[in-house]
């Protein structure tokens, strides 16, 4: 059983950056297989996608919310994944969430994806 852990959220002026990690375990040496998302989850929203990316590291995909803003990375080797945030916006405001899927090819649907982390608050003030 894979589990993913979120760290780095927290509470952020507008303007301002923040970097989220995505640590994961239990998955041996097939974390590099996966791909990996991040998501979020305003209150009383749905869970939306945020961006991901497959298991090579080459290829990525973004919401459009969040583009030129906000990147994704991996490295396998620490079988972690990073989300840079950049320009925070209050409507960033949101739990974010990390989660992998199997098949190593990027997904941008809740049900794309195998593996949930707990999520990790990120509160960005006007």
């Known amino acids: 059983q894979v589990q993913l852990v979120e760290s780095g959220g927290g509470l952020v002026q507008a303007g301002g950056s923040l970097r989220l990690s995505c640590a994961a375990s239990g998955a041996g040496g097939t974390f590099s297989t996966y791909a990996m998302g991040w998501f979020r989850q305003a209150p009383g929203k749905e869970r939306e996608f945020v961006l991901a990316?497959?298991?090579?590291?080459?290829?990525?995909y973004y919401a459009d919310s969040v583009k030129g803003r906000l990147t994704i990375s991996r490295d396998n080797a620490k079988k972690t994944v990073y989300l840079q945030m950049n320009s925070l916006k209050p409507e960033d405001t949101a739990v974010y969430y990390c989660?992998?899927?199997?098949?190593?090819?990027?997904?941008?649907?809740?049900?794309?994806?195998?593996?949930w982390g707990q999520g990790t608050q990120v509160t960005v003030s006007s």
């Open positions: 989660a992998a899927r199997r098949s190593g090819i990027v997904g941008t649907s809740v049900n794309d994806y195998d593996y």
């Open positions: 990316i497959n298991w090579r590291g080459d290829s990525t």
